[in-house]
Nanobody
Framework: EQLVESGGGLVQPGGSLRLSCAAS????????MSWVRQAPGKGLEWVSD????????KSADSVKGRFAISRDNIKKTIYLQMNNLKPEDTAVYYC??????WGQGAQVTVSS
């Protein structure tokens, strides 16, 4: 079972990034998938969930209206579209499955 994130980087405030998380080795479309982040010196913060068929998505208040989670069960990939990024969004972003498989993390840095 493996999750691999990509798409992180450095962006200016107000900019956008899209993270991807590719799954392998498990029945991807059976699981709720999530994004979780960890800012420097802080604990883990849940960002967003998406259920197995994309019918239900949930997001933290801190990102609601700016971030959007989606998934492609054919490609076994989830995405996090991040718009209007703020410096406080700087963190390592992890994808995880509901059976607790985690990716290695993708660094997102928002700075001018």
């Amino acid at each position: 079972e493996q999750l691999v994130e990509s798409g992180g980087g450095l962006v200016q405030p107000g900019g956008s990034l899209r993270l991807s998380c590719a799954a392998s080795g498990f029945t991807f479309n059976s699981y709720v998938m999530s994004w979780v982040r960890q800012a420097p010196g802080k604990g883990l913060e849940w960002v967003s969930d998406i259920n197995h068929d994309s019918a239900i998505t949930k997001s933290a208040d801190s990102v609601k209206g700016r971030f959007a989670i989606s998934r492609d069960n054919i490609k076994k990939t989830i995405y996090l579209q991040m718009n209007n990024l703020k410096p406080e969004d700087t963190a390592v972003y992890y994808c995880k499955s509901s059976d607790d498989v985690w990716g290695q993390g993708a660094q997102v840095t928002v700075s001018s």
